[in-house]
Nanobody
Framework: QVQLVESGGGLVQAGGSLRLSCVAS????????MAWYRQAPGKQRESVAA???????NYADSVKGRFTISRDNTKNTLYLQMNSLKPEDTAVYYC???????????????WGQGTRVTVSS
């Protein structure tokens, strides 16, 4: 099994910064795409940013230029640097990982438990 544990959430004023981390552990042979999603109260979960094993990144339009996704493949860790935070960034942020446990197994999706980010105006 694979476990994802997020950390780094909290309360911050508008214009401030936070850095989220997601550590993957368990039976991991290789990791393909890693991504951050978020879910605001009363809204559907949405994609925030993603990064491939080769380092190619993709961002939601709402966070481009403010958020930076990165990963440390040696530590199976995903990061999200969030700058210039806005009240509309308030949400629970979830880590997502596409990985496989052996060279012959298929890739599966795994989710963390989420970390709450609250941005006050």
């Amino acid at each position: 099994q694979v476990q994802l544990v997020e950390s780094g959430g909290g309360l911050v004023q508008a214009g401030g910064s936070l850095r989220l981390s997601c550590v993957a552990s368990g039976s991991i042979f290789s990791i393909n795409v890693m991504a951050w999603y978020r879910q605001a109260p009363g809204k559907q979960r949405e994609s925030v940013a993603a990064i491939t094993s080769g380092g190619t990144t993709n961002y939601a339009d709402s966070v481009k230029g403010r958020f930076t996704i990165s990963r440390d493949n040696t530590k199976n860790t995903l990061y999200l640097q969030m700058n210039s935070l806005k009240p509309e960034d308030t949400a629970v942020y979830y880590c997502n990982q596409e990985s496989r446990t052996t060279i012959l197994s298929s890739f599966k999706n795994y989710w963390g438990q989420g970390t709450r980010v609250t941005v006050s105006s």
